[in-house]
């Protein structure tokens, strides 16, 4: 079966620009985590869903930052007013429900110039 | 809060030798997880395992073992007869539960290794 999916796979913008990235989880998985990967933070969890439930926003960095998962599968992180700070790579997790072997996605690489 | 150590930034060997990645966890929690995941060239992060705590056993498969010792806290992974495609970025992961139920990655900031042909 297909893995996590997301998009686009590379995204370039304008500092104080609105990003939108993509993610597609494993048909069938509940949860769903978003994670970025930067040179200067290593690997950092940004918020979880599962099912309908309330989502963990505990990791995002800044109120820019904001994710909605609809109809319980697809999710979309968005970065408001972008800064050079935000570049990085977005990646995307999912699992068949919390707590269960998280597996990723190829991945967003952000650039904000 | 939780932590994960792994000391080793780089390493190179040549192809064939077996190498041993480290990795030394911190964590308040009786039962937790531990992880190995690879991140080749491409970017992806392939899972490699995954252990619960209370299963200090350990683990072979095919050319990679793993070694878990609660009494040191630490969780290493070895790759015997090493090969090229073995040359990736490997993260060594803790697991953290939260009031959310979902289970909370901490992740090494990984070993970055090279399998000189």
């Known amino acids: 079966g297909a893995g996590v999916s997301q998009s686009p796979s590379n995204k370039v913008t304008e500092k104080g620009k609105d990003v939108e990235l993509r993610c597609d989880p494993i048909?069938?998985?509940?949860?769903l985590y978003w994670y970025r990967q930067s040179l200067g933070q290593g690997l950092e969890f940004l918020i979880y869903?599962?099912?309908?439930?309330?989502?963990?926003k505990s990791g995002l960095p800044s109120d820019r930052f904001s994710a909605e998962r609809t109809g319980g599968s697809v999710s979309t992180l968005t970065i408001q007013r972008t800064q050079q700070e935000d570049s990085a790579v977005y990646l995307c997790?999912?699992?068949?429900?919390?707590?269960?072997?998280?597996?990723f996605g190829p991945g967003t690489r952000l650039l904000v110039l | 809060a939780q932590k994960v150590t792994q000391a080793q930034t780089e390493i190179s060997v040549v192809e064939k030798e077996d190498v041993t990645l480290d990795c030394v966890y911190e964590?308040?929690?009786?039962?937790?997880?531990l992880f190995w995941y690879k991140q080749p060239p491409s970017g992806e992060l392939v899972f490699l395992i995954r252990?619960?705590?209370?299963?200090?056993q350990n683990e072979i498969s095919g050319r990679y073992s793993w070694n878990f010792q609660k009494s040191t806290s630490s969780f290493n992974f070895t790759i015997t007869a090493s090969q090229v495609v073995d040359s990736a970025v490997y993260f060594c992961?803790?697991?953290?539960?939260?009031?959310?139920?979902?289970?909370?990655?901490?992740f090494g900031t990984g070993t970055r290794l090279t399998i000189i042909p």
């Open positions: 997790a999912s699992s068949l429900v919390g707590g269960e072997t998280q597996y």
């Open positions: 048909s069938g998985h509940t949860a």
């Open positions: 869903f599962q099912g309908n439930s309330a989502p963990d």
């Open positions: 964590t308040r929690d009786t039962t937790y997880y």
């Open positions: 252990r619960n705590s209370f299963d200090e």
């Open positions: 992961a803790l697991s953290e539960p939260t009031n959310f139920g979902n289970e909370k990655l901490t």
